[in-house]
């Protein structure tokens, strides 16, 4: 079962950014948050994880709470190809318990003209 | 490119047909992974192979059969499949166990059986 829950879907102006949130209440501490996005009909893409610091890449920031149980994925300036659907997912980076990738429903985020 | 190739992009097939799905990745990695998502569903983990042994079975029929002959292909054999197995069929990579930027994705198989 997906570890996280995110809302079932967001609408953005274009340019605006965009916060998607993630709630991961029962977090371990050697498990990272992961973003992934899925365009329509494609397979997902990587966008970036964290543990505990924030994080930014030219794709988007990550921000997480001090007590790990939340955390945001910022697009700063959505585009229309922005659009698709947003996983957050949490696994341990260094998996030696055949912990696999679990993807729950997501977000769809709409990027409006 | 993702570095992840899967092929056919596309595939058609009639119940009684046997046909088979491939996937290659050149990133070094040495787990792969295939998964089903059908219509408006989550991703579904179907198959894992570390180090080109099956680790993992989700329940799957088996009418779909895996094969990893070296960690850089994945098949999928299907035979007698039915239409309710239509869905998009993708394959990932990673390496283990120090799998930093997590799993990358090929572009799928849509399936269709008809």
């Known amino acids: 079962d997906a570890k996280t829950t995110q809302p079932t879907s967001m609408d953005c102006a274009e340019g605006r950014a965009a916060n998607l949130p993630c709630n991961h209440s029962?977090?371990?501490?050697?498990?990272?948050v992961y973003w992934y996005r899925q365009i329509h009909s494609q397979g997902p893409q990587y966008i970036i994880h964290g543990l505990k610091n924030n994080e930014t890449n030219e794709m988007a920031s990550l921000i997480i709470t001090e007590d790990r149980k939340s955390s945001t994925l910022i697009l700063p300036h959505a585009t229309l190809r922005d659009t698709a659907v947003y996983y957050c997912?949490?696994?341990?980076?260094?998996?030696?318990?055949?912990?696999?990738?679990?993807f729950g429903p997501g977000t769809r985020l709409s990027v409006l003209p | 490119e993702t570095g992840v190739t899967q092929t056919p992009r596309h595939l058609v097939m009639g119940m009684t047909n046997k046909k088979s799905l491939k996937c290659e990745q050149h990133l070094g990695h040495n787990a792969m992974y295939w998964y089903k998502q059908s219509a408006k569903k989550p991703l579904e983990l179907m198959f894992v192979y570390n180090f080109k042994e099956q680790t993992e079975n989700n329940s799957v029929p088996s009418r779909f059969s895996p094969e990893c002959p070296n960690s850089s292909h994945l098949f999928l054999h299907l035979h007698t499949l039915q239409p309710e197995d239509s869905a998009l069929y993708l394959c990932a990579s990673s390496k283990e166990p120090q799998a930093n930027y997590g799993y990358t994705f090929g572009s799928g198989t849509r399936l269709t059986v008809v």
């Open positions: 997912i949490v696994r341990p980076t260094t998996n030696n318990y055949g912990q696999n990738f679990v």
């Open positions: 029962t977090i371990s501490g050697n498990e990272y």
